[in-house]
């Protein structure tokens, strides 16, 4: 089970930090990844990080901007958001799924992740 939490709203430049909380023992075998999903589109990728922590993969409109991490013996997932925009604002959503051939081809859709927090919305005030 993952718990997505540390949205909310900011203005443009700003920075947040989201966190997400993984129960269960095999935290550390697992792909995590961020999506965001905002009003009317669909649910788009962010970032992902391999199960070590050292491969990592961002959106290009994200790069530069944001950093996503994890700490395995905290069974946590962390997105430190920088320099926040606007466009940034949506549902903010965390992922998990095994580390196969498929997601490590596929990281960037979501119907290669098998597990799902709830959301945390983030808002950039213009």
């Known amino acids: 089970q993952l718990q997505a939490s540390g949205g909310g709203l900011v203005q443009t430049g700003g920075s947040l930090r989201l966190s997400c909380s993984a129960s269960?023992?095999?935290?550390?075998?697992?792909?995590m990844g961020w999506f965001r999903q905002a009003p009317g589109n669909e649910r788009q990728f962010v970032a992902r990080?391999?199960?070590?922590?050292?491969?990592?993969k961002y959106s290009p409109s994200v790069t530069g901007r944001f950093t996503i991490s994890r700490d395995n013996a905290k069974n946590t997932l962390f997105l430190q958001m920088n320099s926040l925009k606007p466009e940034d604002t949506a549902v903010y959503y965390c992922?998990?799924?095994?580390?196969?051939?498929?997601?490590?081809?596929?990281?960037?859709?979501?119907?290669?992740?098998?597990?799902w927090g709830q959301g945390t919305q983030v808002t950039v005030s213009s």
């Open positions: 269960g023992r095999a935290f550390s075998s697992l792909v």
């Open positions: 990080v391999g199960r070590s922590g050292s491969a990592t």
């Open positions: 992922a998990a799924g095994a580390d196969t051939i498929d997601l490590r081809n596929n990281y960037y859709d979501s119907r290669a992740y098998e597990y």
